[in-house]
Nanobody, 119 residues
Framework: QVQLAESGGGLVQAGGSLRLSCAAS????????MGWFRQAPGKEREFVAR????????YYADSVKGRFTISRDNAKNTVYLQMNSLKPEDTAVYRC????????????WGKGTLVTVSS
């Protein structure tokens, strides 16, 4: 089992920045990937970014590439999402997730943190 807890959401003006954190606990040694997903009101959940837990390789959705940066601190069992140049369309509940089987299907999810970007 892996438990995930997000923090760092809030209200920010367009063009501003926020950094989300996701602290993992439990069987963290079994994680292959950690990722961020988001779901805006009335929309389906979408992938934002992921990072390889051991190697640190990253992958981004086109919609956030160049604006968001995912990183991890293995010693703290924490993954971060630095979000710059935020847009109103980035408004969503952001959830972190962990893949413990290496098949790109996330097995564990946090409860989420709300990010609201005002225009």
């Amino acid at each position: 089992q892996v438990q995930l807890a997000e923090s760092g959401g809030g209200l920010v003006q367009a063009g501003g920045s926020l950094r989300l954190s996701c602290a993992a606990s439990g069987r963290t040694f079994s994680m292959y990937y950690m990722g961020w997903f988001r779901q805006a009101p009335g929309k389906e959940r979408e992938f934002v970014a992921r990072v390889t837990w051991k190697g640190g390789n990253t992958y981004y959705a086109d919609s956030v590439k160049g604006r968001f940066t995912i990183s991890r601190d293995n010693a703290k069992n924490t993954v971060y999402l630095q979000m710059n140049s935020l847009k109103p369309e980035d408004t969503a509940v952001y959830r972190c997730a962990a893949d413990v089987t290496g098949d790109y299907i996330m097995d564990y999810w946090g409860k989420g943190t709300l990010v609201t970007v005002s225009s």
